[in-house]
T-cell receptor, first 110, second 114 residues
């Protein structure tokens, strides 16, 4: 079964700062997911990527398959980016579904 | 509207009662999943279904029952609710197990067992 570690657990930054959230996993995968959850809210899929880099607006996700590592970057951060960011990978080991990291709680202060 | 709908959004029930959480999707996705989200644990898989009439256990299935008679519906039943089942429950759907396609999540059901 895949194990997922995210860092940092909590991050507070000032508006405009460049943000990086890291995710490491234990078993080789075909795809990695980045999700966003606002307080009291639902979960939104931001990216699914299997190699290289993807960009959507101010969000950039990268993955290094060899190192089993992915990063989520936010450029020119804004208070509305405040949310929990969750990394997830296929569970593996014959189990279907995703294994999730515990999330990074991001607060962007104005 | 297209998408994935969970009901109810909030539910308070008593220990020992049976409660059913509903999930309906209009994407015609083959896979559907039930996850619970608890502080300190993140999201954990309860049950999933690869197609109508095909279901399988996830990481934390004890105390839960699922069925999938139609592709679009995947209800989750707590047969005899316990306080440890107080949690936020998310339903999700996908065209795959997460290997090749993204997920769509419902808005969640916050269940409190008293």
């Amino acid at each position: 079964k895949n194990e997922v570690e995210q860092s940092p657990q909590n991050l507070t930054a000032q508006e405009g700062e460049f943000i990086t959230i890291n995710c490491s996993y234990s078993v080789g995968i075909s795809a990695l997911h980045w999700l966003q959850q606002h307080p009291g809210g639902g979960i939104v899929s931001l990216f699914m990527l299997s190699s290289g880099k993807k960009k959507h607006g101010r969000l950039i996700a990268t993955i290094n398959i060899q190192e089993k590592h992915s990063s989520l970057h936010i450029t020119a951060s804004h208070p509305r980016d405040s949310a929990v960011y969750i990394c997830a990978v296929p569970s593996g080991g014959g189990a279907d579904g995703l294994t999730f990291g515990k999330g990074t709680h991001l607060i962007i202060q104005p | 509207d297209a998408g994935i709908t969970q009901s109810p959004r909030y539910k308070i029930t008593e220990t020992g009662r049976q409660v059913t959480l509903m999930c309906h999707q209009t994407w015609s996705h083959s896979y559907m999943f039930w996850y619970r989200q608890d502080l300190g644990h993140g999201l954990r898989l309860i049950y999933y279904s690869a197609a109508a009439d095909i279901t399988d256990k996830g990481e934390v299935p004890d105390g839960y029952v699922v069925s999938r008679s139609k592709t679009e519906n995947f209800p989750l039943t707590l047969e005899s609710a316990t306080r440890s089942q107080t949690s936020v429950y998310f339903c999700a759907s996908s065209d795959s197990t997460g290997r090749y396609y993204g997920y769509t999540f419902g808005s969640g059901t916050r269940l409190t067992v008293v």
